[in-house]
């Protein structure tokens, strides 16, 4: 079975400061893990995405997450955090044989103070 | 860009009536998903489809069924509508082995 946990459903930062939000996943195969964002109103967005090669990511908006088997992680961050990042952050894991069939976790709401 | 439409933003709905959410996509996927988002428990798969006619049962398919006639459009349907159904619905499509692309969310309330 396939699952992910995000670690603190609530996080809040600085304008400018390290952004850091947790995503630890469990799967039986190997793993297509997922960043989406979802800002208020509206539907979600795909951050970036880890498939195989490559376990450090980039994806959009400044934001990266690395893949380690090891630690079964894939933490997001970005080096310094916008106001215009505050939104509600989604890990994802995609079932095996399909990768729009996503396992979530519990998103983290993410607060950018001035 | 691809582009996936949900017909409504907001609805109110009342209880016992039979509601239709409806959700085009516009880059000739072949799999269509509805979710369901509820605060703290993150997104959970109700219905998808991976091909036109085709349906398969997600995590929380109960009180709910779909219809997927074209290709392109991939119809939520409840029933008859509970208040426990009272949620974001969202809408999604994806080739097999790539993303998925999600509509802008359907946020159903039933009175």
């Known amino acids: 079975a396939q699952s992910v946990t995000q670690l603190g459903s609530h996080v809040s930062v600085s304008e400018g400061a390290l952004v850091l939000l947790r995503c630890n996943y469990s799967s039986s195969v190997p793993p297509y893990l997922f960043w989406y964002v979802q800002y208020p109103n509206q539907g979600l967005q795909l951050l970036l995405k880890y498939t195989t090669g490559a376990t450090l990511v980039k994806g959009i908006n400044g934001f990266e997450a690395e893949f380690k088997k090891s630690e079964t992680s894939f933490h997001l961050t970005k080096p310094s955090a916008h106001m215009s990042d505050a939104a509600e952050y989604f890990c994802a894991v995609t079932r095996w044989g399909n990768t729009g069939k996503l396992i979530f976790g519990q998103g983290t709401t993410l607060q950018v103070k001035p | 860009d691809v582009k996936v439409t949900q017909s409504s933003r907001y609805l109110v709905k009342r209880t016992g009536e039979k509601v239709f959410l409806e959700c085009v996509q516009d880059m000739d996927h072949e799999n269509m998903f509805w979710y369901r988002q509820d605060p703290g428990l993150g997104l959970r798969l109700i219905y998808f489809?991976?091909?036109?006619?085709?349906?398969e049962k997600g995590d929380i398919p109960e009180g709910y069924s779909v219809s997927r006639e074209k290709k392109e459009r991939f119809s939520l349907i409840l029933e008859s509508a509970s208040t426990n159904q009272t949620s974001m619905y969202l809408c999604?499509?994806?080739?097999?082995?790539?993303?998925?692309?999600f509509g802008q969310g359907t946020r159903l309330t039933v009175v």
């Open positions: 489809s991976y091909d036109v006619k085709m349906k």
């Open positions: 999604a499509s994806s080739e097999t082995n790539t993303e998925a692309f």
